[in-house]
């Protein structure tokens, strides 16, 4: 289990432990990245949030967060990261995919991190929520995503993305590890808008949507991608 970021950032031996974990993971998931063949579908949506100029959430299942972090790199995305030791390792690996963090996690600096996500969107940046993170349920979506729509009025663009061959870590979310020269599939769903009055009913029924909405992603990724091994 994870330290509380109070135990290890006093011990040199931890800050040195960070430092080589991140060193090692990030040309790992670079190389693996390169050799990914991405097919997608649905792209029309991404493309139309993306031309509007204005920012939009990023909202897909922890289990799919490798080949999405090496899809959507360099795109100034924000993303939040806990404060403990594995969220400091991972912070310094997708930083040098240019993407940047807001520090905190559903059960440690969650509301911190959520309004500062709310900044960076005020100053365009968009955001991304691995809505079942930070340790699940799996595939249940935590409401991050749908308040932050509402306070800030920007889209939710949901998808899932699924792999033709792979690696499935013992991990509570069973996360996808595309091997090498993978054919991955990525379906993007309409965007979702939670309105800025929506009650405490009404930002529950846009989680089940939007819960709703991923899990019908899943068999058309996996017809997608198995469909293009043909």
């Not at 135990?7 to 432990?17: I, M, N």
């Not at 996500?117 to 005020?122: F, G, S």
């Not at 955001?127 to 991050?144: H, I, K, M, N, S």
Request: aromatic share 10%; charged share 25%.
């Amino acid at each position: 289990m994870s330290q509380p970021a109070a135990d290890w950032r006093g011990q040199r031996s931890k800050r040195v432990q960070v430092a080589a974990i991140a060193a090692a993971v990030y040309p790992v998931v670079a190389a693996l990245g390169r050799t990914y063949r991405f097919v997608l579908d649905g792209r029309e949506h991404l493309e139309a949030l993306e031309a509007s100029g204005r920012p939009f959430i990023h909202a897909f299942f922890h289990g799919r967060i490798l080949p999405a972090t090496f899809y959507f790199r360099r795109r100034r995305i924000v993303v939040i990261t806990s404060e403990n030791f594995d969220g400091e390792w991972i912070a310094r690996v997708i930083t040098r995919f240019g993407y940047g963090t807001a520090r905190g996690s559903t059960s440690r600096g969650g509301v911190r991190a959520l309004v500062q996500l709310k900044r960076d969107m005020a100053e365009g940046r968009s955001t991304a929520f691995t809505v079942d993170g930070p340790r699940g349920p799996a595939l249940a979506v935590q409401p991050g995503a749908v308040w932050l729509a509402k306070a800030t009025g920007h889209a939710i663009l949901p998808f899932h993305l699924e792999a033709d061959r792979y690696w499935t870590a013992r991990s509570w979310d069973r996360t996808q590890v595309p091997r090498p020269f993978a054919r991955v599939a990525i379906c993007f769903a309409p965007p979702q808008y939670v309105a800025a009055d929506a009650d405490a009913t009404a930002v529950e029924a846009a989680r089940q949507s939007l819960e709703q909405t991923l899990r019908g992603l899943m068999p058309r990724a996996r017809e997608l991608v198995e469909g293009a091994q043909r």
